[in-house]
């Protein structure tokens, strides 16, 4: 149980750090970086409490049940793996943290910029620790959502907007194609448990679905972590803040298609098709990388293409489907995410100081800035594979292994292209380091104001490049009893480390280190002139080929589109409508049968005829006066009425309640919307379309009549409703069964239904945001000129009356909120009763009057609502129960007797802050859109 609540603890602390600074955005810096840095130091805390037993062999799982009819349960684990990626996404994490509090500027807002960290922190977590394939995805989803956020960070540059749509559309697209894999993994291995699945390998390699679960596996896998063709995203993500590139693209997020492969090593490696597959994107990746690396000029772009590189090695090294190379891969990941985290905090310290990152710009900095020299290059050496680095050992290690894997059945080929790329990354690696802190400067201004920033910037690489340098001077000290376990767990077998030491004599691992240290000399020497050849070729640009893909298939979408969907609503509706009665006509015609059943029906009383009647003439007047939209919207709100007064003749009056409730917010709302229109609309359709309508709504009214009519004149059919009725009370502890069956049977439903409420509330805010501007708002201005005003904007008796009403409409919502689990009432009818009591203000008192005196916003009651119901749930998944599950019990105390407490009051004060929010967003933009459109036209009649 310990172990399970630290692992809990443990995935949930990015999260809940991300909330509290999201809740506190205009607080101070130092108190956005201090509970990020907080949760990550107290996270890495939790991990080394359970780093003894896990390198002991053991794994520590925490398993809650959440969906288990789809196989989805909330189950994390931590083997020797998942300890070493936690490991590097916690405590680099935290060294981000802290360098971000001092590289970002004073005004730029930290808030949004911490939170987003602290919740890609949270997802990159979950992917490393979780315990089921299907959690494991939606955590891989969320990493490309607050990647997104992160990269699009700075809104008002266009790159980093093109960046972080560009991240998004390549790494969610491969994410589909994951989803795909990972449901037929699971499928073909008889369960969503990943230790299951890891122990079913010889079953997934036997199906003959494993080709298509390997393609579309390694498509997620090569996406996510920017393999060929998928790379080019890694560059255009550079557009975010260099802390962003120091934690997503060298130690995190391109980390996790490395780590997956890893993961399921034991499942799809050792094939033919694997091993083909996978060795020849991850070398091809390794040297196109490498070679565009060494002619890019942007300090962050030359970054960018090594960690490419650096990412095909490591693809590369999981595709031989060897043991020892895995090992070597292991080995590389330590060391890869602490010296490219160490050199791109230098990037950005060079950029923060000197103000470019055109390396043809700069030169000689080691002079001005020589702690950061001494930092980037003991990291750019490690880049390079140059001892007495960690990145010396990870490079002999790949290059011994290349020989042992003849690819294309050429015994030479894979060493050849594994020393070209080692080649061209000791290139780059010497001309970042050369070029810029070393020779004369190029140009004397960046030159004169660069320093070493405080110890604030440079201590977090300072520490990756010690790290950097300590796992090459002690690896068997620091790293090889880790390394060998994560390699035991990557491969499923017994792994005895290798000797992790410089010298092991004189091999052809050695002689092609050699090649490829003297080649990258040589291409640091003859730079220039291989710059000019390279920039001659004119070689095709990713971004313009992926643009011009984007735009073809937009196009061919639009034009599907616009063939298979008019642009005409009323045409829409009318297929839709056809389509409806087609539907019923056949299932009548071939279902057979008679129309009556042998069920007897009831006399109608005389209330019952006048409501129907009612019913018929609104409905008739609605269709007859559709010029005159007020008296349209009065025959409208008489349906309404009569449908209540239906529920409560037949015995509902949950469902009365809440009727009547949803007419007068909705009449009201569309009094205000009727404001903003003109007085009269536009003829809608000519004689002869309104007889085909006209024709087509009566054979759909008598065919809908008539299906209503063959099923309440048989006998009912065995329901579900005795099963609630007979449980209401003992599983739910409420008398009032509708609200037990909304807020605990389907209480999942329920908050579905909510979620989908308040994004469309947040929809009518946008929709209506633009309304005051432009054409749009120039139509609104001409029609509220033609609308006569009363010279008594305000009335005495609705003002008196409204003040009245309030108190007393509020006290009748809060009753019905405190009563709904056992008498008619709830959250949803309490919700909108309050919120008339509010429509009321505003109609009675104007827009400006009431809104001076409101204490709440509409979106954060949006957002409070929905995690308010969905904590209730999370909540019983920390009980031991599943997500959602209601608790009551029955308490005593005097002068007021037993009284009842449940959980479902919680989740029912979510409903009832989601669906207030919801209907007051869309009063207070229907409110006050007038209000804008005039300060629009005085804006613009005043720049005139």
């Known amino acids: 149980m310990a172990d399970a609540l630290t692992l809990l603890t443990l995935v949930a602390l990015p999260f809940v750090a991300a909330l509290a600074i999201a809740l506190v955005p205009q607080a101070p810096r130092a108190v956005h970086s201090g509970i990020a840095a907080s949760a990550s130091a107290l996270g890495l805390g939790l991990l080394g409490t359970l780093a003894a037993q896990v390198m002991g062999g053991a794994v520590p799982t925490a398993t809650f049940e959440w969906v288990p009819t789809l196989g989805l349960d909330l189950t994390l684990m931590v083997d020797p793996l998942g300890l070493m990626f936690a490991g590097l996404i916690l405590g680099i994490g935290l060294l981000v943290v802290i360098f971000a509090h001092s590289y970002l500027y004073v005004d ?161 490696a050792g094939t033919e098709a694997y ?32 960690t490419i590189s650096q990412l095909g090695m490591l693809v590369m090294l999981l595709g031989f489907s060897l043991e020892a190379a895995a090992l070597a891969a292991v080995l590389h990941i330590l060391n890869h995410a602490a010296f490219k985290a160490a050199l791109f905090m230098s990037a950005g310290i060079v950029e923060h100081e000197t103000g470019t990152r055109d390396i043809r710009r700069l030169g000689g900095l080691a002079k001005a800035m020589p702690l950061t020299a001494l930092i980037a290059t003991l990291a750019a050496a490690s880049m390079a594979g140059l001892p007495p680095m960690g990145g010396f050992i990870s490079k002999e290690l790949m290059l011994y292994q290349t020989p042992e894997l003849a690819l294309f059945g050429v015994p030479w080929l894979l060493p050849a292209l594994a020393t070209l790329g080692a080649t061209f990354s000791v290139g780059y690696s010497l001309r970042l380091a050369w070029h810029l802190f070393f020779g004369t400067p190029r140009e004397v201004e960046p030159f004169s104001r660069a320093h070493d920033p405080g110890a604030g910037m440079w201590a977090s690489p300072a520490i990756l490049t010690t790290l950097a340098a300590l796992l090459g001077l002690v690896p068997m000290t620091l790293a090889a009893p880790l390394v060998g376990a994560v390699t035991a767990a990557v491969t499923g077998s017994d792994v005895r480390v290798v000797d992790l030491a410089f010298w092991h004599g004189i091999n052809l691992a050695l002689i092609l280190s050699l090649i490829a240290v003297v080649g990258g000399a040589l291409l640091l020497r003859y730079h220039a002139g291989l710059l000019v050849a390279w920039e001659r070729a004119q070689l095709p640009d990713a971004k313009r080929m992926f643009e011009a893909v984007l735009a073809h298939a937009d196009g061919a979408v639009r034009k599907a589109i616009t063939a298979v969907h008019t642009p005409s609503l009323q045409r829409m509706l009318l297929a839709s409508f056809v389509v409806i009665v087609f539907l019923v006509i056949e299932g009548a015609l071939v279902g ?183 054409a749009a708002g120039a139509r609104l201005r001409a029609w509220r000129e033609d609308t006569p005003h009363s010279p008594e904007r305000h009335p005495m008796m609705l003002l008196a009356a409204s003040r009245i009403i309030l108190p007393l409409t509020l006290t009748v919502g809060i009753y019905l909120f405190l009563r709904g689990h056992n008498q008619p009432g709830g959250g949803f009818i309490a919700a909108l009763v309050v919120a008339i009591a509010f429509l009321v203000q505003y109609l009675a008192a104007g827009f400006d009057w009431s809104e001076q005196r409101r204490r709440f916003g509409e979106h954060q009651l949006i957002g409070w609502g929905v995690l308010t119901a969905m904590a209730t749930g999370l909540g019983a998944m920390l009980l031991g129960a599943p997500f959602l599950t209601s608790w ?20 029912d004060a979510g409903v009832f802050l989601t669906v207030l929010g919801a209907v007051m967003l869309a009063l207070a933009q229907l409110s006050h859109i007038a209000q804008r459109a005039a300060r629009a036209a005085s804006a613009g009649e005043g720049e005139q």
């Open 108 to 268: 730029e807002p930290s808030g949004r910029f911490f939170a987003s960290l602290m919740l890609f922190q949270g997802a990159m977590l979950g992917i490393v620790i979780a315990g089921n394939v299907l959690l494991l995805l939606v955590f891989w989803e969320l990493t490309s959502l607050a990647s997104f956020l992160l990269i699009g960070f700075w809104q008002h540059k266009p790159e980093a907007r093109q960046g972080a749509r560009m991240a998004l559309a390549v790494t969610g697209g491969g994410g589909l194609a994951l989803i795909g894999g990972m449901v037929l993994l699971g499928m073909v291995a008889g369960s969503f448990d990943l230790a299951t699945i890891l122990a079913r390998g010889d079953m997934v390699r036997a199906s003959p679905h494993y080709p298509v679960i390997l393609g579309l596996i390694l498509i997620g896998c090569f996406t996510k972590s920017a393999q060929f063709p998928f790379h080019f995203w890694l560059l255009h993500a550079m557009a975010a803040p260099t802390p962003v590139s120091a934690y997503l693209h060298s130690a995190t997020m391109v980390k996790a298609g490395v780590f997956l492969l890893a993961r399921l090593w034991p499942v799809l």
């Open 275 to 306: 091993t083909l597959i996978v060795t020849t994107t991850g070398l091809v990746t390794m040297v196109l990388g490498a070679v565009v690396a060494l002619f890019r000029h942007d300090l962050k772009s030359i970054l960018a293409y090594s």
């Open 592 to 774: 057979g049968g008679s129309l009556s059943g042998a069920r007897a029906g009831q006399s109608a009383p005389a209330p019952a005829i006048i409501a129907w009647a009612l019913l018929v003439a609104a409905t008739a007047a609605v269709v007859a006066d559709t010029r005159n939209r007020l008296r349209a919207l009065i025959f409208v709100s008489v349906i309404g009425l009569v449908v209540s007064l239906t529920f409560v003749q037949f015995s509902a009056p949950d469902l009365a309640l809440t009727q009547i409730s949803v007419e007068v917010v909705t009449v009201l709302l569309l009094l205000l919307a009727l404001n903003l229109l003109p007085k009269g609309p536009p003829p809608l359709s000519r004689a002869p379309r309104k007889w085909r309508d006209g024709a087509l709504a009566i054979a759909g009214g008598v065919l809908v009549g008539g299906l209503a009519w063959a099923m309440l004149t048989r006998e009912p059919v065995p329901s579900i409703a005795a099963y609630h009725i007979a449980n209401a009370k003992p599983g739910g502890g409420g008398t009032n069964i509708v609200n037990v069956i909304l807020v605990d049977f389907r209480a999942f439903d329920t908050l579905g239904e909510i979620i989908v409420l308040g994004i469309a509330g947040l929809a009518i805010f946008a929709l209506l945001d633009t309304t005051a501007v432009g």
């Open 888 to 907: 009551f019990d029955y308490f005593h105390l005097p002068l007021i007797g037993t009284f009842e407490l449940a959980s479902a009051m919680l989740f």
